[in-house]
């Protein structure tokens, strides 16, 4: 894949997931607002019925009063007067508040000329009425009033006629009553909840009713006058006096509520998201993992073609030097030839063997018997076969060992190979004449053996990869030191499979030191 198709596909790709959040985003907002939309016109509305049913209670327990005077009064046939007294005693103050309006209903017959009438009198009708309110000081006890129920406290005011429904309206409103007196926590509280209910709205809430903005004793425990997230009400505005009752109503989980209401979509959509975040983040690794295995492929493609054309070049060199005819009757020139033939054969061989036994290796194709043996004699072996690679670039390796326990589980052929692979790679990698320490130590468990060169050293990028399989640090020509990626892969495959640990540390320029940690045999 092209470097700019790959960067246009991300480019796209993530503009797709940022406008999929963006809309989640905004429907949540959305929905969140019209929830708390709909919540607020609910509990407003609810407000609004309980200062219509608050106000119908509390005139109808003002009506109930007067229910004997209207059921049992006698009506006047000539000449009728009327007064109607309404009287409260507020005990707490000892003042009574009286309210009084009378009446005088007058019939008068006249005579007049015939001339002027038809008939030689008329009847005439006069009416005169009077209100009067004051306040006196009472030093009596008020007489609790007999309770009535609803149901008859509707009746005795339906029956009533209309001239008597509005003596007692008017009476009502004209009344000046503490709200202490009309109100209570209780009564609030159930016809506030039963009008929260209909909108199948069941959450706690605190109130307060306050008289000019003063908080009064009508009101929850753990009410407290606040203007955020506050509900009001004006109650009782029909009253003639001025007053300014307002009832207050917070919700202390008012956004829990609202939230839990949209939970299960808010959540799947947060799920949704995050799958698609994790795919989108997948789908990018997928695509880098498999740019870099498309670039170490055509890498390895190139380092195998290079490390073949030298030997192919070689032989068919010796094949066109035998058929020389000068040459062909020498034994001795065309044994040399041969000798040459084999051994980049067998160079070639061993190549394509390595590649065959790292992938056998990672799909367990190849069973490694494992015997007792000795590391330390192991690692001599190693030594001894990298002896002309070091002769032939000056080298020295120097071993430490403060061992006293060698001995565990293994296999000498591969781990032979292990570390020869490690002390050719420091021998390779040297720019001057490779100065190689080994030092070997146990622990009561393990022995760990630490390869130490001088060599050119590793990126941290290149050290977090050093044993991926074809990987070769991209630096300076990579034919300079011939390989395939494969060696350190074989290393770590090999040594997991001995359940022991290989780790590399190392600073560009200064050398680096590998790690292996193998198990002893208790």
């Given at each position: 894949?092209k ?8 480019i ?7 406008g999929?959040?963006t809309?989640?985003?905004f429907?949540?907002?959305n ?31 003002f ?31 000892n003042?009574?508040f ?18 002027f009438?038809k ?12 209100n009067?309110?004051?306040k006196?000081k ?9 309770k009535?129920?609803?149901?008859e ?13 509005i ?8 009344k ?16 506030f ?39 009001t ?20 989980k ?12 808010f ?10 975040m ?14 870099k ?12 073609t290079?490390?073949?054309?030298t030997p ?13 005819p000068l040459?062909?009757?020498d ?7 041969v ?12 190549q394509?063997?390595?590649v ?25 072996d ?13 080298g020295?390796v ?10 565990g ?14 002390i050719?790679?420091?021998i ?16 009561v468990?393990y022995?760990?053996?630490k390869i ?7 990126s941290k990028s290149?050290q977090k ?5 074809f ?10 030191v ?8 074989y ?6 499979n001995?359940?022991?640990k290989?780790?590399?540390?190392s600073?560009?320029?200064k ?12």
């Amino acid at each position: 894949m092209k470097k700019k198709i790959f960067i246009l596909i991300v480019i796209m790709m993530s503009i797709s997931l940022v406008g999929i959040i963006t809309v989640q985003v905004f429907w949540i907002g959305n929905a969140i607002g019209i929830r708390e939309k709909q919540f607020s016109h609910a509990v407003n509305y609810a407000l609004a019925k309980t200062n219509e049913q608050l106000y119908k209670k509390d005139f109808l327990d003002f009506t109930v009063q007067f229910m004997d005077l209207f059921q049992n009064k006698k009506f006047a046939k000539q000449a009728d007067f009327t007064k109607f007294v309404y009287e409260q005693v507020n005990t707490s103050t000892n003042e009574t508040f009286r309210f009084s309006s009378s009446g005088i209903y007058e019939e008068t017959f006249y005579k007049g000329p015939k001339d002027f009438i038809k008939n030689d009198s008329i009847l005439g009708v006069s009416v005169s009425s009077k209100n009067e309110v004051y306040k006196v000081k009472n030093f009596t006890d008020k007489t609790e009033l007999s309770k009535v129920n609803q149901v008859e406290r509707f009746t005795f005011f339906n029956n009533l006629s209309e001239i008597d429904k509005i003596n007692i309206e008017d009476t009502y409103h004209n009344k000046f009553k503490n709200i202490e007196t009309r109100l209570s926590e209780k009564s609030i509280k159930q016809i506030f909840s039963k009008e929260l209910a209909s909108f199948d709205i069941y959450l706690a809430y605190e109130f307060g009713l306050l008289d000019n903005g003063v908080l009064t004793t009508i009101k929850t425990n753990k009410f407290n006058v606040s203007e955020e997230n506050t509900f009001t009400a004006r109650l009782f505005t029909k009253d003639r006096h001025k007053n300014n009752y307002s009832l207050q109503v917070v919700f202390p989980k008012q956004r829990h509520y609202i939230f839990s209401d949209i939970g299960f979509m808010f959540l799947f959509s947060i799920f949704f998201t995050v799958i698609i975040m994790v795919a989108f983040a997948s789908s990018l690794y997928q695509m880098a993992k498999q740019k870099k295995i498309s670039l170490i492929k055509t890498d390895f493609i190139n380092n195998m073609t290079h490390e073949f054309k030298t030997p192919i070049a070689t032989i068919n060199l010796a094949l066109d030097a035998i058929k020389n005819p000068l040459i062909i009757d020498d034994n001795e020139k065309v044994m040399k030839y041969v000798k040459m033939i084999k051994e980049e054969n067998k160079r070639m061989h061993a190549q394509v063997e390595n590649v065959l036994r790292i992938s056998k290796l990672e799909k367990k194709q190849i069973d490694i018997d494992k015997v007792s043996v000795d590391y330390f004699e192991i690692l001599e072996d190693s030594i001894s076969h990298t002896v002309l690679l070091l002769d032939d670039k000056n080298g020295e390796v120097e071993l430490h060992c403060k061992q006293t326990m060698s001995e565990g589980l293994g296999n000498e052929f591969h781990l032979t190979n292990v570390f020869v692979n490690i002390i050719e790679n420091a021998i390779k990698y040297s720019e001057n004449p490779p100065k190689i320490d080994i030092f070997i130590e146990n622990t009561v468990n393990y022995l760990t053996v630490k390869i130490k060169d001088n060599g050119i050293g590793m990126s941290k990028s290149a050290q977090k990869q050093a044993f991926d399989k074809f990987y070769r640090e991209q630096a300076g020509n990579v034919h300079d030191v011939k390989g395939h990626g494969l060696g350190l892969a074989y290393v770590k495959e090999i040594i997991d499979n001995h359940q022991g640990k290989v780790f590399v540390e190392s600073e560009k320029g200064k050398g680096s030191c590998f790690t292996v940690i193998l198990p002893l045999v208790s």
